[in-house]
T-cell receptor
């Protein structure tokens, strides 16, 4: 069964600083990996996804993530955060075959200091 | 032109009542989902339908019954509501089964008193 761990429950960074949110997954086969963002009181918006190919994927709002199979990781990065990036970030994995369900991590809450 | 919409946005009700949440998608997708987000923000799938056929049922109590009248709609009916049902319920859709991007609705915040 798939599982996802986001080790950091809450991260605070200053506006303009770089950001890295960690995500580790457990899955026996090739995973399909996603990062979603949830702003307060809102639904989830897809930031980026990895299915295959280049292990460095670019997403919306200046985010990128790198798939590292050897480390079972899919960390999210942004070189310079903006106050509007304050939100909850979820990493998710789904199986490559069969009925699809997203298995989510616990989420990381990002706070931005002015 | 909201892609995935849910009604109502907020639902406050008493224990023991029966309530329904509606979901509609205008993306032409074949597959729809219900997820539950608990008070700790943990998201877990409940159901998935593909072309009106149930394909995922994740050990959800029988009090929860999804209904898909057509591909564009997936409603969630909950009988005999309990305090523990208080959560945010998200509907989502994807183009088809398989490793597809899922598009989420804005959520329905259910509070059972």
């Amino acid at each position: 069964a798939q599982s996802v761990t986001q080790p950091d429950i809450h991260i605070t960074v200053s506006e303009g600083a770089s950001l890295e949110l960690r995500c580790n997954y457990s899955y026996g086969a090739t995973p399909y990996l996603f990062w979603y963002v949830q702003s307060p009181g809102q639904g989830l918006q897809l930031l980026l996804k990895y299915f295959s190919g280049d292990t460095l994927v670019q997403g919306i709002k200046g985010f990128e993530a790198e798939f590292k199979r050897s480390q079972s990781s899919f960390n999210l990065r942004k070189p310079s955060v903006h106050w509007s990036d304050a939100a909850e970030y979820f990493c998710a994995v789904s199986a490559a075959q069969g009925a699809q369900k997203l298995v989510f991590g616990q989420g990381t809450r990002l706070t931005i200091n002015p | 032109d909201t892609a995935v919409s849910q009604t109502p946005k907020y639902l406050v009700t008493q224990m023991g009542n029966d309530k329904s949440i509606k979901c509609e998608q205008n993306l032409g997708h074949d597959t729809m989902y219900w997820y539950k987000q608990d008070s700790k923000k943990f998201l877990k799938i409940m159901f998935s339908y593909n072309n009106k056929e149930l394909i995922i049922n994740e050990t959800v109590p029988n009090r929860f019954s999804p209904k898909s009248p057509d591909k564009a709609h997936l409603n969630l009916h909950i009988n005999s509501l309990e305090l523990g049902d208080s959560a945010v319920y998200f509907c989502a859709s994807s183009h088809r089964q398989g490793p597809e991007t899922q598009y989420f609705g804005p959520g329905t915040r259910l509070l059972v008193l």
